[in-house]
């Protein structure tokens, strides 16, 4: 064939300075190929990787396999670490593809929505961060770097500290600003726990796709949506962020996944993975089906690859209102995870990391554009201060503590996925006891991690302890949902399935709003970007002018708050009937007492534990929380003593017996002994 008979290149995911999968798993590069089959002998040309040890000044090849335009090549295992230069040639092409300063190591691929893109920019810690990087640490992180709302050939890999090499703190435009904070923070604890355990860090190579109002039904194939029941119907957005963001990656060697999303979903049903329906099916089933594309090829991603949750935090005013629900999907509808459906898969409790400042009331006054001097500002001083110093991004919908998340992750990760001593997960409920005699309830928690119950405001009419006791029966329920003015709840599975067949103009409402939320979530974009404002006022309408982008104008990225439903509010949510107890460490070191002396004899039918939304943060409200008076992380008080994690939140029945029974598939029914 002619010496330029064909054309090769490689996949865009790739670049120099890239981190490809370490031993035992097997990394995979791949790209396309042009050719005239009429050139070659067998009609296709052979493709060759050359992989050459810099340092050692040695390497070796790799036969690539054609099929059609694309080729492929499975690498051998390699240890972590090394300096590589790949090259990609068919001997007839007309200039090879090379592959400069790559290194083997763990490659993490995340994704989700906005919590998950937002960047370092916008998060407390970032500083602290970069100043480490500049000062010489985490050499062992690289990262595909650029904003994963813009399209993967804007990206580039660089190592952490390249990334924070070309600008300074005055005008913070560093590279890794904009990069996914808790995919970041992430790998940053990892790499500090595997130092403190005396392992040698090995590198990371960090990949974001996250995609700001995306539903879980976007990421994942329709026919693999369609196995379960109570989906949401999203027209042509079903399967897009699959085929734009999934698709690319999935023939690269990965060692695991990390997913935070939900909040768009938080509106529709959260459903049960036991019986296929809703939000809890969905999660598993996507698991299932990106474990399944990864590791088609034998030896390269692992069948059961880690696969981390991030839970949605409390506080949000985006999250719906069944808060507690949704969290419990996301586990499967087992309250823990690693469990019986989702092997190897680890979570992240998010629900005590709400923004330490939730209001928005000094911003939307403009007292922070202002010298304070007006009487409504005089609360103001330090909310400000916090707020130039670390913007929002369109307000507490995207709480800025994102380094507390990594690290809840990187611990989980670290026990399951790399198998230090430590803990996968806090105290989870097993069991508890009514005593009636001692007006008590005697909850009881797994025995791995001792509790602890920290301090929290105990006054006569208040109590912050988030352990709540229902104290009517017909009331309890783990989801309800207003259809059409009326609150159901949707525990039982023949309901839920009557909804799912009746519910159609709900399915037309997603679609629409999957649509817009995509939209203004663009043009919120475009705001900070323009302005330098992290939020805009309320009822902001994007001018119809530049510099502004046409799709945006006239578009309000800010619509002032509408009421939820046409229901009013939920019955099965009623602080009346969830009545809030005090509660003090057992004598065992794994059971909590509930003091049910309040209550006066009366029966209870109920008990749950941080599991709404707004009034569930663990700190008391009022008009001044977030703006004079902040409502600091990990507040809530039941945590881990060893491990430090917070209690994994809980819902459960109380029945005739006095004894807990969580809706299946969780089970709690293994109650500490009576002493009646």
Request: glycine share 8%; aromatic share 10%; charged share 20%.
């Amino acid at each position: 064939p002619a010496a330029d008979a064909a054309t090769i290149v490689l996949n865009e995911t790739f670049g120099d300075h890239m981190v490809l999968q370490r031993e035992p798993s097997r990394a995979a590069l791949y790209g396309m190929i042009t050719y005239d089959p009429a050139e070659f002998a067998d009609g296709v040309p052979q493709v060759t990787v050359t992989i050459t040890d810099v340092v050692a000044k040695s390497g070796f090849k790799v036969n690539a396999t054609v099929t059609g335009r694309g080729w492929k090549a499975i690498l051998p295992p390699r240890k972590a670490g090394g300096n590589f230069t790949l090259t990609v040639d068919c001997g007839p092409c007309d200039s090879p593809a090379r592959l400069f300063d790559v290194t083997f190591g763990d490659v993490w691929y995340c994704s989700g929505q906005s919590n998950m893109w937002l960047p370092l920019e916008y998060t407390y810690h970032r500083n602290e961060s970069v100043i480490a990087l500049k000062n010489g640490s985490y050499p062992n992180i690289r990262g595909l770097i650029g904003n994963s709302q813009n399209k993967i050939s804007t990206w580039s890999w660089m190592s952490a500290q390249e990334a924070v090499s070309n600008t300074n703190f005055s005008h913070p435009t560093f590279d890794l600003f904009q990069f996914s904070a808790v995919c970041y923070y992430f790998a940053e604890s990892l790499t500090d726990r595997m130092i403190a355990n005396g392992e040698e860090p090995v590198p990371f190579g960090l990949i974001c796709t996250a995609i700001g109002g995306s539903m879980i039904e976007e990421w994942t194939t329709n026919k693999t949506t369609e196995t379960c029941s109570n989906y949401n119907n999203i027209g042509p957005a079903m399967q897009s962020l699959f085929d734009q963001n999934v698709v690319p990656f999935i023939d690269m060697t990965v060692k695991g996944f990390l997913w935070y999303q939900g909040e768009n979903n938080d509106h529709g049903v959260m459903g049960n993975a036991k019986r296929m329906d809703g939000y809890g099916c969905q999660m598993t089933v996507m698991i299932n089906e990106w474990r399944s594309r990864w590791s088609q090829v034998p030896n390269t991603t692992d069948p059961l690859a880690p696969f981390g949750i991030c839970t949605l935090a409390a506080g949000n005013p985006e999250g719906g209102l069944d808060i507690g629900a949704m969290r419990w999907s996301q586990s499967g509808n087992y309250g823990v995870a690693p469990n019986h459906i989702m092997e190897n898969v680890f979570l992240a409790q998010a629900y005590d990391l709400g923004d330490p400042w939730p209001s928005r009331q000094c911003y939307d006054s403009r007292c922070c554009d202002s010298d304070f001097r007006s009487k409504k500002c005089t609360d103001c001083v330090e909310y400000c201060e916090i707020l130039h110093s670390t913007n929002y991004f369109m307000g507490p919908i995207h709480p800025r503590l994102k380094k507390p998340l990594g690290d809840r992750l990187a611990e989980a990760a670290h026990t399951l996925v790399y198998k230090a001593d430590g803990y996968m997960f806090g105290p989870t409920i097993d069991g508890c006891r009514v005593e009636s005699s001692q007006q008590t309830l005697r909850i009881r928690f797994g025995s791995a991690d001792p509790l602890l119950v920290k301090p929290y405001k105990q006054t006569a009419d208040v109590s912050m302890s988030s352990l709540r006791v229902l104290v009517n029966a017909s009331l309890y329920c783990v989801e309800a949902r207003d259809i059409n003015g009326t609150w159901i709840c949707q525990d039982d599975a023949s309901v839920a399935m009557e909804i799912d067949g009746d519910d159609n103009d709900d399915d037309a409402d997603a679609a629409r709003a999957a649509v817009t939320d995509r939209t203004v979530y663009k043009c919120y974009q475009e705001y900070t970007a323009i302005t330098g404002q992290g939020m805009a006022p309320l009822d902001f309408e994007v001018p119809s002018e530049d510099p502004w982008p046409e799709e945006c104008w006239g578009i309000n990225i800010h619509p002032a708050p509408q009421p939820a439903n046409n229901g009013g509010p939920n019955p099965y949510d009623d602080p009346k009937a969830w009545v809030t107890v005090n509660i003090t460490l057992g004598e065992n070191p794994n059971e909590l007492v509930a003091d049910l002396s309040p209550l006066q004899g009366a029966s209870i039918y109920g008990v749950r534990y941080a599991w709404g939304n707004i009034w569930d943060q663990c700190c008391e409200n009022g008009p001044d929380l977030g703006q004079s008076r902040i409502c600091p992380p990990a507040s809530c008080p039941v945590h881990g003593a060893k491990s430090g994690l917070p209690a994994n939140p809980f819902m459960a029945k109380i029945t005739e017996e006095g004894i807990c029974e969580c809706n299946s598939p969780q089970d709690c029914s293994y109650p500490p002994a009576p002493r009646d």
